[in-house]
């Protein structure tokens, strides 16, 4: 049942395929939702991959906002520049169809007014009740968690693969979570690009750690040729051995 404002964030290791999981994700939970749904997609990377994957091009961050905003401070020290930085989020967002897309860059330097938690706290808190779905693409590791910027959040999707370095950012994910009480309503562990034969494998090793594989996305040899080939994401055919994957947790987690 749809409900207005869900916040799904997807979390892990670097390199495990956050972005695309993040992509598809959208793509999926339309087609299942229907026309009249609309969803704001977050890309809270700083290397900012999630608009290639969905095949679109964006023109600003909250990045370039804040480092205009900055040196506007500069000439008026008076300047509120929060204030002015909610005032002009609204106009770098790419409007899509049916998604709209915030791309975050890198909003976080020396002298910050605006740093990025900050930031995302005021998108999560503010942007998120005019749409039906939220999903944020987050920074790999642990950073958005121990900042506290997807604390309230309905489902993280915790991304893990085949190394251990992705297990135990797993599980520091959920101990931090549970540290600075955050709202998560729920956590599940993803295991993603698993070649054919070693499920089993990789659910024993998490078991290991406490750790419960909820569902399993297979490698699937189109997603890095779709890379090479600069092809987004959102391409991968409908019978994809992924896409198959990331339509199952979609249906899980509407």
């Known amino acids: 049942m749809m409900r207005k404002g869900k ?18 994700l959208i793509t999926e939970i339309l087609k299942l939702a229907g026309q ?17 994957a969905l095949g679109i ?39 899509e169809e049916q998604y709209d897309l915030l791309v975050m860059g890198r909003p976080e330097g020396p002298g ?7 930031i995302i706290r005021m998108i999560i808190d503010t942007l998120t009740k ?6 944020i693409d987050c920074e790999a590791g642990l950073e958005h968690l121990s900042r506290r910027t997807t604390r309230d959040v309905d489902v993280m999707l915790v991304v893990l693969d085949t190394t251990l370095k992705s297990i135990k950012t797993a599980l520091r994910l959920r101990q931090i979570a549970e540290e600075i009480d955050a709202d998560v309503k729920q956590m599940m562990n993803i295991a993603n690009k698993i070649p054919e034969g070693m499920e089993a ?21 189109l997603i890095p040729e779709y890379d090479f080939k600069g092809i987004p994401i959102v391409d991968l055919p409908d019978d994809a051995p992924s896409v198959i994957g ?3 947790i979609a249906r899980a987690i509407m």
Request: net charge negative; with cysteine; hydrophobic share 35%.
């Open 7 to 24: 916040i799904i964030a997807v979390a892990g290791k670097g390199g495990t395929g956050k972005t695309a999981i993040s992509a598809r």
């Open 36 to 52: 009249d749904v609309c969803i704001l997609a977050v890309d809270a990377d700083a290397d900012s991959n999630l608009p290639e």
């Open 57 to 95: 091009s964006y023109n600003k961050t909250a990045g370039d906002v804040r480092e205009g905003l900055l040196e506007d401070k500069h000439r008026d020290v008076t300047l509120d520049v929060r204030s002015q930085f909610e005032g002009k989020i609204a106009a770098i967002i790419e409007e």
């Open 112 to 118: 910050c007014y605006c740093p990025v938690n900050h």
């Open 130 to 135: 005019n749409y039906d779905y939220t999903i």
């Open 201 to 221: 494998m990789i659910i024993e090793e998490a078991k290991k750690y406490g750790l419960t594989i909820e569902e399993i996305i297979p490698f699937d040899p």
């Open 246 to 248: 990331i339509r199952r």
